[in-house]
């Protein structure tokens, strides 16, 4: 039997390449991340396969499983150890390849499979590994899978079994590609910049738009592990400003941004100017809740407060729910309470039936933006966007805070702005309104501006976000008391990103 992991071995040594090593905090709420191979070593994944087997048979759950891997140096490596884990522990593993994480979801579906083990860092830097799992579609693993999984892991309670089989799909990209585009083609020709950042979508994503019948403008398109340019993150400011400069000099309609495993979308307006995903979702829950009256979404603590007082909104009977931020999380609420569509301000959007299969995936939602500036011809982005009523809001901040740290230190936050609550304090010259707990702190004052920080689900970082319905002023002032706040904690490091106040 594989020997329990340990969280102290070195690369380099004799003992890392005859030990399994796994961090304990690569187990994150809802998936795993870990520098590879500093956190965890192929034997380290070794032991991962054998614990997402064992955790199948503990739960009932016929051990099939669709496999894939991101474009990056050692995602197949890493692929290939994690795949050794989960044959010796019986299962059936279904390998598709190179992937995006909405192919291998949507692979569960195309071959009856039970479970995902979609190795992919996402947009994170280079260096960093992971894995998506599920063994229920269209859901992921939430908090108690992963609490069990690691559980299983670091106590070496895995257990080996007979009876692996080990299956290579060759056709799922194309399987893949047919479901999205068997379809009407658009009759709007729009022309489209398609930004991939060098990441896994670049092979997939402008074939999916051409065949729906755009004129695609490829950006970054060829893949690259390296990254040359910057990460394939449509949150990141660099990546918004390279696809900007390129719908500004091919006069695009649209910019469409997606991350490293294809799983999220960023939306570029014709005039350049990005258009962040929460204020992307009510455009389209207008348009969907247009054709669907009475529709019902969900959205998560990050998103934008115009889900409920929008008047096109609400005049189409539509209703949002607001929830815990997570693709994981919103993915479940979509799921089991039926809503339409799930929408996330780092741009996961769950479109479930007749409109998706109810998991995130960017080119899904890069047709439904396609589709929406096609039922609306004499408008641009521009229109459909400054339609909207207008808020003051800020891109997805994260400054540094260790794995180990990050929950402390919001923990010590909640309790600041309760007592400043409980003091009749006031925050940017106006009184608390409300806190919204339910992950980490949503700061509200009296006239509806905002302003959150809750620690990162998946990498060392806090979030920070917000937003004014009055005034970019105030906007600003509600950043400069939660950045106020933060520069107490010696804990905080630099920012990926920060607004001027």
Not at 155 to 165: D, L
Request: net charge neutral.
């Amino acid at each position: 039997m594989l020997p329990k992991p340990r969280a102290d071995l070195k690369p380099n040594t004799a003992d890392f390449e005859r030990l399994p090593l796994v961090k304990p905090t690569g187990f994150r709420e809802y998936d795993a991340r870990w520098l590879f191979p500093e956190e965890i070593n192929l034997m380290g994944l070794n032991a991962v396969g054998l614990g997402i087997a064992t955790l199948f048979a503990r739960r009932g759950v016929p051990k099939r499983i669709v496999v894939g891997h991101d474009f990056r140096w050692y995602s197949g490596a890493v692929k290939q150890a994690l795949m050794t884990g989960l044959l010796a522990g019986g299962c059936e593993v279904h390998d598709i390849g190179l992937a995006l994480s909405p192919m291998a979801y949507y692979a569960q579906f195309a071959l009856d499979v039970e479970g995902v083990a979609m190795v992919t860092a996402s947009h994170n830097d280079n260096g960093w590994t992971g894995i998506k799992m599920g063994l229920a579609r269209p859901l992921t693993f939430g908090p108690d899978d992963m609490s069990e999984l690691k559980e299983i892991v670091l106590s070496g309670a895995y257990e080996a079994k007979a009876g692996g089989r080990y299956v290579f799909v060759d056709d799922m990209a194309q399987r893949y590609i047919k479901s999205l585009t068997e379809r009407p083609k658009l009759k709007r020709r729009l022309k489209v910049v398609c930004a991939c950042g060098n990441g896994t979508a670049g092979a997939f994503a402008p074939q999916v738009l051409e065949a729906a019948g755009c004129e695609v403008v490829p950006l970054h398109t060829e893949l690259d592990h390296s990254f040359p340019h910057h990460n394939p993150n449509p949150e990141d400011m660099k990546m918004l400003r390279a696809v900007s400069a390129k719908v500004l000099e091919t006069r695009a309609d649209v910019g469409l941004a997606f991350d490293g495993d294809g799983d999220r979308c960023g939306v570029v307006a014709n005039d350049g100017h990005e258009i962040f995903a929460d204020k992307v979702g009510v455009m389209l829950a207008r348009d969907i809740s247009s054709i669907y009256k009475n529709a019902k979404f969900v959205v998560d603590v990050k998103s934008t407060g115009l889900f409920t007082t929008d008047p096109v909104l609400k005049a189409n009977g539509a209703t949002t729910t607001y929830w815990k931020t997570g693709h994981s999380y919103i993915k479940r609420f979509n799921f089991e309470n039926k809503t339409l569509v799930g929408f996330e301000k780092s741009g996961h959007f769950f479109f479930n039936t007749p409109l998706g299969r109810g998991y995130d995936d960017g080119l899904v939602a890069a047709l439904a933006v396609c589709d929406m500036l096609e039922r609306n011809p004499s408008k641009s982005m521009v229109d459909l966007r400054d339609a909207l009523p207008k808020t003051w809001g800020s891109p997805t901040m994260s400054p540094h805070c260790d794995d180990e740290k990050k929950y402390g230190v919001v923990d010590r936050i909640i309790e600041h702005y309760k007592k400043q609550e409980s003091m009749g304090a006031k925050i940017a010259g106006q009184s608390i309104r409300e806190l919204i707990t339910v992950n980490g702190v949503r700061v509200v004052l009296e006239d509806g501006t905002w302003g959150l920080i809750r620690a990162s689900s998946n990498k060392p970082e806090l979030v920070i976000v917000v937003e004014s319905p009055t005034s970019e002023a105030n906007m600003k002032a509600i950043f400069k008391d939660l950045d106020g706040v933060l520069t107490r904690f010696p804990e905080v490091g630099e920012y990926n990103q920060k607004i001027a106040v």
